[in-house]
């Protein structure tokens, strides 16, 4: 049996992890399961209760998407499959990856024994408008290029029927013929999400093409800062060892850098190992304090985890205008995380005590 390669995708904080630690409870149950995660900024938070729950990771943290999918995607693929011969393998791009530009690279990796079984998106349907009008660039790629897209926080009392109505309305402008699944998945099952992210077609022709010359234009006219595009080449965490590269020039992935946006142009991480302690009561007011206004630049997503006062750990997540504490298993060292625009490094270090 061929490799099945499941990608999904979705904006940061849409849900993805969440998702697939449903899917490996419930509906991957028994099967043998890799995860190649790519989270944007440098400091990997997502893998530990995978890595937990017994799941192999491979974590490719990068802050030019399509340079590390060109230059090792293709390795870290047949690597994978040696080494773990797994079922499947589950690609989790960084939440401002373009999916289209994953699927391609997918699709000119598989050879033999691996397929592209399904592509996904999380769209989190009380964000989904602000998204496309703020990140329109990314977010929209993301839906046009899915199969099937899943509305998260379908549960929460922010997704009233009217903001449910109109981001099916956007959804479809952008994607007539993905299904688009609106009960929460505890509710309909993973199997059968599974069964129905495994049944749709994967299609990029709705996807706009970077590369025609409007779109150039427009990018030059309102996008190019005049700035050389800086590529920060890839790490990659495995076993230990991990080497830069400057895949700029020979990424060979058919984009122009200068012509359209990289995701590292636009957004910026900030992270830091810590020994600090905390108590949840300091983080929770952290947390308030980056959704609040724009005072340490517009924060998109912030999570991480860290040693508390008590000597238990605090877990948490934000996204705009929600943030989760919460205790968790002790980790190697306490990790923070902070994505978004135009971010202030001195203000956050000063928030977190550091
Ligand atoms: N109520 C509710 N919360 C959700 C849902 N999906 C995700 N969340 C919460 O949103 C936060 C972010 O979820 P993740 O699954 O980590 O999101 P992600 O897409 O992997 O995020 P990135 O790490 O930024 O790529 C967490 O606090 C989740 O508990 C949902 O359907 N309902």
Known sequence: MAIKIDVISG???AGKTTLIRKLLMDALKGQQVVLIENEFGEIGIDGGFLKDAGIQIR???SGCICCSLVGDFGTALKEVAEKYHPDRIIIEPSGVGKLSDVIRAVERNTGEGMVLNSATTVVDVTKCRMYLKNFGEFFKNQVEAAGTIILSRMDTE???PETVEEALKLIRELNPSATVITTPVEELGGKKVLRTMEGNKIDL????DEDDEEEEHHHHEHHDHGEEHHCHGHQEHEEGHHHD?????????GHHHHHHHDA??????????????YTGEEIRSALEKLSADNSYGTILRAKGMVEGTDGKWIYFD???GEADVREGEPEYTGRLCVIGSDLKEDGLKKLFGL
């Open 158 to 160: 922010k997704a009233k």
């Open 264 to 277: 590292d142009e636009v957004f910026t991480s900030w992270g830091q190992e810590t020994v600090r302690r």
């Open 318 to 320: 934000m996204v705009p």
């Open 245 to 253: 590269h400057d895949g700029h020039e020979e990424c060979g992935c």
């Open 59 to 61: 974590e490719m943290n």
């Open 11 to 13: 904006f940061l904080g």
């Open 205 to 208: 022709t709705l996807v706009e």
